[in-house]
């Protein structure tokens, strides 16, 4: 507890520093939210009032003062695009990017961790080649591009795939009731396996488009890893005391190697978060990625700011559970810390 505290508070500071560069960075987007949200058939003095209304007619440091206010009081303001407190949209679109990313994460450590350690065990062989090569070359293509392929072979030419309509096709299933957020959790709590059914068909293929990006820095990462400690003294000894080939792979050589990996995903997870935003518009996927892009469009301040702050944060607290698992790994890091 004491070790995360000081995480926290050495985050403030960064915190602090992201509110400050999100508003000046917002302000300085193209385009006056008064003329869009006033609609192109206002006058003047339509427009006048309307800025007037979102208080943009005061200077920039009166603006600051007023959005530093309001996030004190836990307001991120009012999306011009929906309507609806800001809050109100991120909260109901980020259980749907957080689950699309943890899901592609999964599938990404399924990959890449066992290809790291099936090329650190052949060293500078056949499969060591084939398998760097094979996870650089799936992460070498754009993540749309590998969305679009998957739709075109698996939606149209091979009708394995239900149609990219987001999460769950409404025509087919119910949504499951909230509980967490994201839908295969909440309809295995509901016990609505149809549903459970429908959800995971839903996800698979972003999953997928969005995993292979994240394949190769695991599994290079894994395989160093992974030599580093295989070359070790305490295997060495291991071998020589007669042990068993899979029991020195993976409870010395795996469990030490782990501390790099765990280190990565946290730089991986908040990286594929935040790229996620292509892949949610090409299947639908309603989250925060997609709104934020309408908000930049449409010029739309609060919302900008809102989901830039969002991540910031999403961003200190991965670290901060990083850290802590980090230390579970690797006693020693606390003792270092």
């Known amino acids: 507890m004491r070790i995360a505290g000081k995480r926290l508070l050495g985050a403030v500071p960064s915190l602090i520093g992201v509110i400050i560069v999100t508003f000046l ?60 407190p800001v809050m109100t949209d991120l909260l109901q679109r980020l259980p749907a990017s957080l689950e699309l990313t943890l899901v592609a994460l999964i599938f990404a450590i399924g990959v890449a961790v066992p290809l790291g350690i099936w090329a650190a065990t052949r060293p500078n062989s056949w499969i060591d080649h084939l398998c760097r090569g094979t996870v650089t070359v799936a992460a070498a293509f754009p993540t749309f591009f590998i969305a679009l392929l998957l739709v075109y072979v698996f939606y149209f030419l091979i009708p394995l795939a239900p149609e990219p309509v987001g999460r769950l096709n409404d025509v087919y299933f119910d949504a499951p009731t909230t509980i967490t957020g994201f839908y295969l959790i909440d309809s295995i709590l509901e016990g609505n396996w149809q549903t459970f059914g429908g959800a995971l068909a839903q996800i698979i293929l972003p999953a997928i488009s969005l995993g292979l990006f994240a394949l190769a820095p695991i599994a290079r990462i894994t395989r160093a890893a992974m030599l580093q400690s295989l070359a070790s003294d305490h295997v060495r000894t291991a071998r020589a005391c007669g042990l068993s080939r899979r029991r020195i792979l993976i409870t010395y050589a795996l469990r030490n190697a782990m501390l790099p990996v765990v280190n990565v995903l946290g730089m991986v997870f908040s990286f594929v978060l935040g790229s996620n ?6 299947y639908g996927w309603p989250g925060v990625g997609a709104y934020a892009v309408k908000a930049v469009i449409s010029s739309d301040y609060a919302a900008v700011q809102g989901f830039i702050l969002m991540m910031a944060v999403l961003y200190i607290l991965l670290n901060l559970v990083v850290d802590l698992l980090s230390m579970v790994v690797d006693p020693r890091v606390k003792f270092e810390g």
Do not use: C, K, M, N
Not at 36 to 56: E, I, K
Not at 277 to 282: G, S
């Open 25 to 84: 960075l917002s302000h300085a987007l193209p385009g006056d939210p008064a003329v869009l949200f006033a609609g192109p058939a206002a006058d003047a003095a339509s427009v006048a009032q309307v800025r007037a209304h979102l208080g943009l007619d005061h200077s920039l440091p009166q603006q600051f003062l007023t959005y530093v206010w309001q996030l004190a009081h836990g307001d991120l303001g009012q999306s011009l695009t929906t309507g609806q």
């Open 277 to 282: 935003v292509l892949i949610e518009d090409v």
